[in-house]
């Protein structure tokens, strides 16, 4: 992965910083965040453009995303407090953005007859609480099962090596390559890249009222 740029902003403190990183999945964004002073413990991450969250260190991280007609592999990601622990003194932006994370804007206004942006920060909150206890509930009793899926799975996948998997294509397809001439093979690669063009990957910049809009 070339490097590229990726603004990560915390919503507590307002403070944003642009980390040139290499990174390819979660974890390795959290070097690069660590490694930049930020300080991301016991926080969530949303990254604005694609609207999704890591989930674990191995998550990958988007890339070819689309953004005002270009492609780009530079990102925004949110920090919030983790939604087990909400403060009651969060600012009002990361009420908002935990409003919208959530799903809330609807529950919000059928409570209480109103846009969200035009009710108190500690109705807004009464309203997060609860939703969160609810999502906690139900994570309680589906975390196991999860939990004990996706290490089956990775033992599969572990245990399953290529020859397994493939068996006698891979070999076969090996040795039918291997009995075509290189200047057939270049002369094939040449026309692929005809049939399927690279994408056009640029650099963009996020002002400050851009980095509002994504997070609105």
């Known amino acids: 992965m070339e490097t590229r ?4 902003v915390d919503s507590a403190s307002n403070q944003k910083v642009v980390v040139d990183t290499d990174a390819t999945n979660f974890g390795e964004l959290k070097r690069a965040a660590r490694a930049a002073g930020i300080d991301y ?7 604005g453009i694609t609207k999704t969250s890591p989930m674990a260190d191995d998550s990958l991280l988007p890339t070819n995303v689309s ?3 270009t492609i780009t592999n530079n990102l ?11 403060r009651s003194g969060m600012d009002r932006s990361a009420i ?8 809330l804007a609807e529950e919000v206004k059928k409570t209480y007859g109103k846009n969200y942006t035009q009710v108190s920060s500690a109705n807004l909150l009464s309203v997060i609480e609860k939703a969160q206890k609810k999502t906690a509930k139900k994570d309680s009793n589906v975390a196991a099962p999860a939990i004990k899926a996706a290490e089956v799975r990775k033992e599969m996948e572990n245990s399953c090596s290529c020859e397994e998997r493939y068996g006698k294509i891979v ?8 009995l075509i001439p290189k200047e057939v093979l270049d002369d094939a690669s040449k026309e692929a890249k005809k049939l399927t063009p690279e994408v056009s990957v640029e650099e963009v910049s996020f002002s400050d009222a851009d980095l509002n809009n994504l997070f609105k």
């Open 5 to 8: 740029k990726i603004v990560i």
């Open 41 to 47: 413990e016991g926080k969530d991450w949303l990254e």
């Open 67 to 69: 953004y005002k007609g």
């Open 96 to 103: 908002y953005v935990e409003i919208k994370k959530l799903g």
């Open 76 to 86: 925004v990601y949110m920090l919030t407090n983790t939604n087990k622990k909400i």
């Open 171 to 178: 070999k076969a397809l090996a040795r039918f390559i291997s």
